[in-house]
Every structure is written in structure tokens, then in C-alpha cells.
């Protein structure tokens, strides 16, 4: 059989328009906005699909949930809110600043985690399970819950999602009722208006009296890391499991609470592309230069740090003060930080 090739122009699908057509209308300002973008700063193909896939997930879940306690002759059929997803993104309602920082670190965490993995010859560990009949019952506690919250943040198919409970109360209800306004325009056009925005907020209010962000995923981790850190088990074979399974979801945890600062702070250092950066954090985390040069050698490359292993030599090069200062900076309110540097008075690397 002979190939057939691509068509060097075919009709567009029917009831869509041809991608150059809207070019002066609103396609234009999303191509020059994407244009102008800085190229490092651009997102992989593969942090949009995992990122969309999460998304995706998520609002469906949401609606779902919702949905359920509306009247029946209310719910379309076969709903798969595919088009309610599109709906809320070009109306801006899911630019999210919390839920865009979650699906990027989600996004990244699964990446390093599955090539670390792959370069391993694909020999998965949980590193959180043998912590569950630690003999220490805070330890232990701790790991279960964590436990717990990582396997209902994988489907069946053992792919990553994220849940309402991994937002903040009001990141959650800003989501929430954005998907119930969405959802008002799906009802059919013989629902009374006054009727369906009733139920759709009082669903919506429902939802919301439901959500924990105690069950966080990254609430979870973060009690894990803070037991372990008051026994003193943070130990360099710890951290060293952790970079080999390229888990930095779990290291970012376990470093931050070392060094006692957020660990989406730690999480944005890591994966900074910035050697010194990295380098920096990791001494006020009090890591050792074996476990330093464990992370540059395995995963330095996957969170994208140039020439990782010739950087080593600038592991020791700043002194106790200075990584005071910047552990201090790291330490204060981000509000209070944002207006420091807007007075020119901080700056979180300074001796960077």
C-alpha cells in the first residue's frame, strides 16, 4: 500500500474555521503574546499535556460532584465537560495563579520522576511505605496519611491528579464557583434562571464545606518531613533514595524542612535551572557534598542546571553569614518580600 501524505492544505473540519482566518481578530493577540515569550521560559510539550490532563481531571471531578445534586432532567447527556473546560479557559476563569503554580509543579515532578526512574531500568520504590511500621508511632502515622494521600493521587492507570483538597480554601472556591457559573450555561434553556443559579451556588457552597486542604498531598508530605525531621532521620541515605527515584516532590519536602522555609520555595530553587541556586539551597539545608553531588550527577540534567557536575567547586563558597541572610529572606512573609524589593531593599540572592 502506498503511504498517503500529508496534504499540504485540506478544508478545515466541519464548523471551524481556518487557523489563518481570525488572524487579525483574537487569534492575533495570543500570537503575539506567544511570540515575545522568553524561549526558556516556554513550557514542553510535555509539562502541557500533563498539565491539561491534570486540569482536565480536576474540573471534570469538580462538575461531577456538582452535578450530582441537581435535578436529573437538569443534566445533559453523556457529558464529558470537555467543552466546559474550553469555555472556562478562554473566559479566564481557570488563570489561577495557585492551580497554574500546582499543575506546572505537578507537571515537573512527574517528568524528572519518570526519566530518573527510566535511567534506573525502571525499578519504582516507595520510599514512603517502609515508613509506615517505623517504630517511632509519630513516624508512622505521618507515613500512612501520606501514604494515602499518593495513591488517590494516581488513577487506575496509575496516572498522576490532583484533588480540590490540593488548594488552598480560596484558590478552591474560586474554582468551584467558576465551574458552577460554567455549568449554568449547559443547563437546557426551559431550566428557570433564578431556580438554576439558586441550586448551582447552593451546590457549589456544598462542595466547598467539604474541602480539607489539611488532606493536601503536599500537607501530607509536609507532616511526613517534620516527623522526620524531630527524630533526626533526614539522613543523607534518605535524601539519596529520594534523588535516585527523582522524587522531588518528596526532597523539596524533606529540604524544607531542614532548612525550615516553604517547600515551594525549595521546589522553585531546585528546579531554577541555576547551578549557585541549587548549590545554595542545598548548604542551608545542611546537605552533605556527597548527597550535592548525588543530585547533580543523577537528576541535575532533568531539572535543567548546565555543566552540573563542573559547578561542584563553588559548593563551599559561601559563608556561614551569607547563608544566613538569604535562609532569613527565605523566611519572611512573601507580601513583606514583595515590598522590600519593590523599595529596593531585598533581594532573595544576594549572595547568590
Known amino acids: 500500500m502506498t503511504p498517503e501524505e500529508w496534504p499540504i492544505w485540506a478544508p478545515p473540519p466541519k464548523g471551524s474555521m481556518h487557523p489563518a482566518l481570525p488572524a487579525g481578530a483574537d487569534r492575533l493577540t495570543t500570537v503575539r503574546q506567544d511570540f515575545f515569550l522568553e524561549p526558556d521560559f516556554r513550557l514542553k510539550e510535555q509539562?502541557?499535556?500533563?498539565?491539561?490532563?491534570?486540569?482536565?481531571?480536576?474540573?471534570?471531578?469538580?462538575a461531577t460532584e456538582i452535578q450530582a445534586v441537581l435535578p436529573r432532567d437538569w443534566l445533559p447527556a453523556n457529558e464529558d465537560h470537555e467543552g466546559l473546560v474550553q469555555r472556562l479557559k478562554r473566559a479566564g476563569l481557570l488563570d489561577i495563579t495557585e492551580l497554574v503554580e500546582l499543575l506546572l509543579r505537578r507537571a515537573d515532578e512527574e517528568r524528572v520522576q519518570s526519566a530518573a526512574q527510566l535511567r534506573d531500568g525502571g525499578r519504582a520504590r516507595n520510599l514512603v511505605q517502609p515508613l509506615v511500621a517505623d517504630p517511632q508511632p509519630e513516624i508512622a502515622a505521618a507515613a500512612m496519611a501520606a501514604l494515602i494521600a499518593r495513591g488517590r493521587r494516581r488513577d487506575r492507570y496509575g496516572r498522576a491528579v490532583i484533588e480540590l483538597d490540593d488548594l488552598s480554601a480560596k484558590a478552591a472556591a474560586e474554582l468551584v464557583f467558576a465551574i458552577a457559573a460554567g455549568l449554568r450555561e449547559r443547563l437546557p434553556v426551559t431550566v428557570d434562571a433564578a431556580s438554576a443559579e439558586r441550586q448551582?451556588?447552593?451546590a457549589a457552597t456544598e462542595r466547598l464545606g467539604s474541602h480539607d486542604d489539611s488532606r493536601a498531598l503536599d500537607a501530607?508530605?509536609?507532616?511526613?518531613?517534620d516527623a522526620l525531621r524531630h527524630a533526626a532521620r533526614i539522613t543523607d541515605s534518605l535524601l539519596d533514595d529520594a534523588i535516585q527515584q527523582g522524587d522531588i516532590g518528596l526532597l523539596s519536602h524533606l529540604l524544607a524542612a531542614r532548612a525550615r522555609v516553604d517547600h515551594r520555595l525549595i521546589f522553585q530553587e531546585l528546579t531554577s535551572c541555576q547551578n549557585r541556586r541549587v548549590l545554595m539551597l542545598l548548604r542551608i539545608a545542611g546537605v552533605s557534598r556527597s548527597v550535592a553531588a548525588t543530585f547533580l550527577a543523577q537528576i541535575g540534567d532533568l531539572v535543567g542546571l548546565p555543566s552540573a557536575a563542573?559547578?561542584?567547586?563553588?559548593?563551599?563558597?559561601?559563608?556561614?553569614?551569607?547563608?544566613?541572610?538569604?535562609?532569613?529572606?527565605?523566611?519572611?512573609d512573601d507580601g513583606f518580600q514583595r515590598a522590600l524589593s519593590k523599595l529596593g531593599n531585598g533581594n532573595g540572592h544576594r549572595a547568590a
Open 47 to 62: 509539562q502541557i499535556a500533563t498539565m491539561t490532563a491534570l486540569l482536565h481531571r480536576l474540573v471534570s471531578d469538580v
Open 200 to 202: 448551582l451556588g447552593s
Open 220 to 225: 501530607s508530605t509536609a507532616r511526613l518531613a
Open 310 to 332: 563542573a559547578s561542584l567547586e563553588h559548593f563551599e563558597s559561601w559563608s556561614d553569614e551569607q547563608l544566613h541572610g538569604v535562609r532569613t529572606w527565605w523566611q519572611l
